[in-house]
């Protein structure tokens, strides 16, 4: 089902003119009151109270020099909206608790403050919180977990952690720290414009930041030097896009076509460098960030090149349309005049067509050789702090900021359709039948390449007591049809009553529908995947305390399986899921549709084949599997590992997340079994090196200790003050739907991913 757009019935908003000037109208005796950047400091002009400007007539002062008692008033009733809620020692209570360590911005709408893990020492975060009615710091949240997926260099601050602290009645979100905006960079630490090495640098940084907010399907809206911030340490020199309280989904998950532009669309955004479309209520595409991106990079190499940098709302787009027709001289005093073409091409993109990255990389590229610019040069490496610090500017940023009526609301964006074969589904109310028993459909789950998951009730039996049905088609490779492996494990889990395992899932039936040309088997319905638990439910990684837990269900599930004579092949956190109801806290281990038997029929270890195709998850595939030799049960631990680490720490966790190409994922394993890459124990105990030389010494045919492993996990878990009986993370967080999702079919991505054969 295609999700539609709600009517825009919304006015278009009368908008207040804009200045930076602060002059009085010696007819009306009205002002025009100087509103800066939310990052930028505004001028005092040392030998009057009024700011340095332009205008012709001074502003009233009293006798101690203030603004005039009216004035004066104002500005206290913005200075307590923009009271920030928290203060120095706050906690903000999420799945890891956080210390509030100082302020860094106070706005109307969003702070910033510095904030610390309580559980971990020396590690600083960017703490953002807005009111909870407002709803938009979580399609923040979203977006930057979106982002983390790309691969290559990352223009995004580093998610750690999306919540709501009903204590502050403040939504909240942490990220990796990050020093002051370009704005700040230009107007407290430089107090100049950027030179022209250090401008095509930065343009060059945002605009592959543009393009991986474009490749998730937004567009950003809200392109200016405020919305761009510096790294901190030895990130110092990099720029990252920020804030994207206003993005919008461009591209509709259903077709990967962009949106019907509407009719009228409110304005919203900065006026200094919002596009023309948006100043003149039209929908904003990919071509409108590039544009803003434009008036951006022109303001910080030389703000005089900005013509209606003075100007109110209504003369700007005039000046904007002179600039596009090249009627503007003035512009290119510093600014290359080869940029005209560069404003060629922006004027003549379409709303729906996306626009070509790498010609505007090559042409900044080829104009700064031309000009013999040194692109690597930072202007404010030396002057900018290397660590976080409050901005001088927070009670004063009250100009040159967000205005406008957001035209979309949390709720509105569609859901990520996936993308599945042409074959034959079942509708609610439909009944399929095996030999022994009929079954009812009540809603479609999830769909995979070969076959759909439904929730499902006994035909005639209880309806309260739900299933989970999953099909396979009978045509395809032989390869590819793993649905028999997978009733084969399951039916020998369940063989034997006297043995509980815990942590599989019930087989109920099995059968084939000829209508359908599909097999299937029937098993207990199960809640969301530990991935999905994590990525779309509590939005966060996992506490230590959850983390652990975890680990020790998980490897006790591994154990399981090796028991009855099965590797599983493919251990990774969408291949375990969550139970449901009073089995919340169970973790169980699904899809053994690659499981092999490692025992021959004399219940000896199998010798192994000379040469294994590869088989499994890129991600999470040993280093055996990446050299197509046989896995034994030390590869399922190996994997195994590596969920554990990616699920304790979602950004140092899994160094090769966003690395492309097997044999640099698996030249990063290597170097995290010798030990090279520290990074991965930031969050995870160091005492935990222990276990991975364990794993890493087995042999193919070893039997792992698997009595050793929990019990180190316990005492490792003990002695860093880690309490895995403490609640779970996703208890009581998770959503109480109809449609829930059963956790048996892949994401796109590990599909994609998941690739070989026998």
Avoid at 56 to 74: F, H, M
Avoid at 333 to 360: A, C, F, H, T, W
Avoid at 430 to 452: A, N, P, R
Wanted: glycine share 8%; with cysteine; net charge positive.
């Amino acid at each position: 089902m295609v999700v539609k757009e709600p009517p825009n019935n919304a006015a278009a908003p009368t908008g207040s003119k804009r200045t930076n000037t602060v002059a009085q109208s010696s007819k009306r005796g009205k002002k025009k009151v100087e509103r800066k950047s939310f990052f930028e400091k505004s001028k005092t002009n040392t030998q009057s109270p009024g700011p340095r400007t332009g205008g012709t007539t001074e502003r009233k002062t009293t006798d101690q020099g203030s603004l005039n008692p009216t004035s004066e008033a104002k500005t206290n009733v913005l200075k307590e909206k923009c009271k920030p809620k928290l203060v120095e020692g706050d906690l903000i209570d999420g799945i890891n608790t956080y210390k509030v360590t100082g302020l860094l911005r106070s706005g109307r709408v969003v702070e910033y403050y510095k904030a610390k893990d309580n559980d971990l020492e020396g590690v600083e975060y960017l703490l953002r919180t807005q009111n909870s009615e407002k709803g938009r710091l979580k399609i923040e949240a979203n977006l930057i977990m979106k982002a983390s997926k790309l691969p290559g260099e990352k223009k995004f601050c580093d998610y750690v952690e999306f919540g709501n602290s009903a204590r502050h009645k403040v939504d909240f979100l942490i990220t990796g720290m990050v020093g002051p905006t370009l704005e700040e960079v230009r107007t407290q630490y430089l107090k100049a414009d950027f030179s022209l090495d250090c401008g095509f640098n930065v343009a060059s940084q945002m605009l592959k930041g543009i393009q991986d907010v474009h490749k998730i399907g937004y567009v950003h809206r809200h392109i200016k030097p405020a919305n761009f911030v510096i790294g901190v340490g030895d990130a110092i020199q990099n720029v990252y896009i920020f804030d994207f309280r206003i993005s919008r989904q461009h591209i509709d998950p259903s077709t990967k076509k962009p949106k019907l532009a509407r009719e009228r669309v409110p304005f919203c955004g900065t006026a200094r460098y919002a596009s023309r479309a948006n100043m003149r209520n039209l929908e904003q595409g990919r071509k409108d960030d590039l544009e803003s991106w434009i008036y951006t990079i022109f303001y910080l190499m030389d703000q005089q090149s900005i013509s209606w940098r003075r100007l109110d709302k209504e003369r700007i787009l005039g000046e904007k349309e002179k600039l596009f027709k090249h009627e503007l001289n003035d512009t290119y005093k510093v600014i290359p005049k080869q940029m005209k073409l560069l404003i060629d091409y922006i004027r003549d993109q379409k709303y729906d067509v996306e626009p070509d990255y790498s010609y505007l990389e090559t042409f900044l590229k080829n104009t700064a050789k031309e000009y013999n610019l040194n692109t690597k040069k930072c202007d404010w490496k030396d002057v900018a702090p290397h660590d976080a610090q409050r901005c001088p500017t927070v009670e004063l940023s009250v100009d040159n900021r967000l205005s406008g009526k957001m035209d979309e609301q949390p709720g509105e964006r569609g859901k990520k359709k996936k993308k599945t074969a042409d074959r034959k589904k079942m509708d609610p109310g439909d009944v399929i039948k095996s030999e022994g028993s009929s079954w009812k459909v009540v809603s479609l789950l999830g769909s995979g390449g070969f076959g759909d998951v439904y929730k499902v009730h006994k035909d005639g039996g209880p309806a309260a007591k739900m299933y989970a049905l999953k099909t396979e088609g009978c045509e395809g490779e032989k390869r590819m049809l793993r649905l028999k492996v997978e009733v084969m494990v399951m039916m020998k889990c369940w063989a034997d009553k006297t043995k509980k395992f815990e942590h599989f899932v019930e087989f109920v039936d099995r059968g084939k529908c000829e209508a359908l040309q599909c097999k299937f088997v029937v098993m207990g319905l199960v809640g969301p995947s530990i991935d999905d638990v994590r990525r779309k439910y509590i939005l966060s990684q996992f506490s230590r305390n959850t983390t652990f837990n975890v680990a020790i269900q998980t490897v006790q599930a591994v154990e399981d399986l090796h028991s009855i004579g099965y590797l599983h092949r493919d251990i990774k956190p969408a291949n375990y899921a969550v139970g449901l109801g009073e089995a919340e806290s169970i973790v169980y281990m699904l899809d053994f549709g690659i499981a092999k038997t490692f025992l021959d029929q004399g219940g000896q270890h199998k010798t192994p084949r000379k040469k294994v195709r590869f088989l499994g998850t890129l991600r999470y595939a040993s280093r055996a599997c990446h050299k197509q030799l046989e896995q034994g049960r030390k590869d399922d631990l190996e994997c195994w590992l590596y969920m554990l680490f990616e699920i304790m720490d979602d950004n140092y966790g899994m160094p090769w997340f966003k690395t492309v190409g097997a044999k640099n994922v698996l030249a990063k394993k290597e170097a995290f079994f010798e030990g090279e890459l520290p990074q991965m124990y930031t969050r995870m105990p160091k005492s935990m090196s222990i276990l991975v030389k364990y794993i890493d010494g087995l042999e193919y045919a070893s039997e792992p200790d698997y009595t050793y492993i929990k019990e180190f996990l316990r005492s490792c878990a003990k002695d860093n003050g880690i309490k895995i009986d403490k609640k779970l993370d996703w208890l009581g967080k998770l959503k109480k739907r109809a449609d829930l999702d059963s956790g048996t079919s892949d994401s796109d991505e590990d599909k994609a991913s998941r690739s070989g054969s026998e």
